[in-house]
Nanobody
Framework: QLHLVESGGGLVQPGGSLRLSCAAS????????ISWFRQAPGKDREGVSC????????NYAESVKGRFTISRDNAKNTVYLEMNTLKPEDTAVYYC?????????????????WGKGTLVTVSS
């Protein structure tokens, strides 16, 4: 079976940091661009960041630029989202998704696989 599993969520104070991980099982991530999404209560899901299959291209939503960093370790079959200077408005369930794409590009639609999400709560 093919799975994506997110981990690393939790409760953090404003200004704090978390690192989310997205691990794949049943397939290798090196042929997939990976995108992180989030959905806050009562809001639509939004794309947060994405990375091409090689790691050569990345993209960030304006709301997280300069605070979040996406990276990948294909040898570990894992993608990371380093989140710094967290704000209460970053509170959401964070999902990773995989898009089969052998090009230096990533996007926030047409995902092939989704994880079940990990909750990030930013609160004092």
């Amino acid at each position: 079976q093919l799975h994506l599993v997110e981990s690393g969520g939790g409760l953090v104070q404003p200004g704090g940091s978390l690192r989310l991980s997205c691990a794949a099982s049943g397939f290798t991530l090196d042929s997939y661009a990976i995108s992180w999404f989030r959905q806050a209560p009562g809001k639509d899901r939004e794309g947060v960041s994405c990375i091409s299959n090689s790691g050569g291209a990345t993209n960030y939503a304006e709301s997280v630029k300069g605070r979040f960093t996406i990276s990948r370790d294909n040898a570990k079959n894992t993608v990371y989202l380093e989140m710094n200077t967290l704000k209460p408005e970053d509170t959401a369930v964070y999902y990773c998704a995989a898009d089969f794409k052998l090009s230096n590009w990533c996007q926030y639609y047409g995902m092939d696989y989704w994880g079940k999400g990990t909750l990030v709560t930013v609160s004092s």
